[in-house]
């Protein structure tokens, strides 16, 4: 099996300008568990059967589907490292999202070595916020400048953050060097799926875990990928979907008023130190 392209995922707020990748978390379960390996030709959830990934797309959309008019949580994490272990990069973000017509909220934190960090080509703290409205960026960058942006509505800011790259984070992974286990937890069934391929764009290898429900609803994901020769520590990229259905509203942060005050419409303006 092989893998086309490293992994990208792109932050729920593609529709800001900020790249960002998924982060992890715990599948959400307390309790004692039982972990049981499938067998046969089962079906376990949309796409998915006790052989793996068989449709990345079904799985996609049914995830998409129960999330699409929920509220919920999603928090991502990407590390890359240099050969000696320095952070070369260290991107986290935490996203709520209310349901339909209400807000959302985006953490993004960058840090690390690489020179569009510390020159400032990208934000090292970026937040983002609408209510359906106009979209309002706060960008912090490692100078201390402060850069604020009004952008026109735009309904992908949900579905970016619903799925936003996951589909395409699971290509390259199918039944192959995969195995599927069930995991019961307080009347809850949950299917944890391990899979490892070639990555072709590095040389080296990728490695997947996914915890999924018997809906559909991926609860996490972490990707590995492990350049050839030991060039640099591998890449790891992880994400985690909680709060379905119980996520809180996101208020309006208090900065979003100074960025009304000053952006015109659809202008950005930037400001030194605050």
Known sequence: MRRTAGLVLVVAVVFAGCSGVLDGGSAGTTGPSTANETTGNERLAP??????????????????????????????NATARTANGSVLVDTSSVVRVGSPGEGLDSVVEQRGSATSVTTGGVPAHREVWTDGGPVFVNNTYA???????????????RSGAVSGG?????EGYGPANTS???RRSNGTTRYVVTSDTADTTTGGEATLRLVVDERGVIHELRTETSPAGNASSPLVRTAAFSGVGTTEVPERPAWVGTAMNRTASNDTMATTNG
Do not use: C, K, M
Not at 143 to 157: F, K, M, V
Not at 166 to 170: F, P, Q, R
């Open 166 to 170: 996951v589909e395409y984070a699971l």
């Open 180 to 182: 599927v286990s069930e």
């Open 143 to 157: 100078n201390g400048t402060t850069r604020y942006e009004r952008l026109p509505p735009d309904a992908s800011g």
């Open 47 to 76: 796409g998915l059967t006790d052989a793996g990934v068989v449709n990345a797309s079904a799985l996609v959309a049914a995830h998409e589907s129960i999330l699409g008019n929920q509220s919920f949580t999603r928090t991502t």
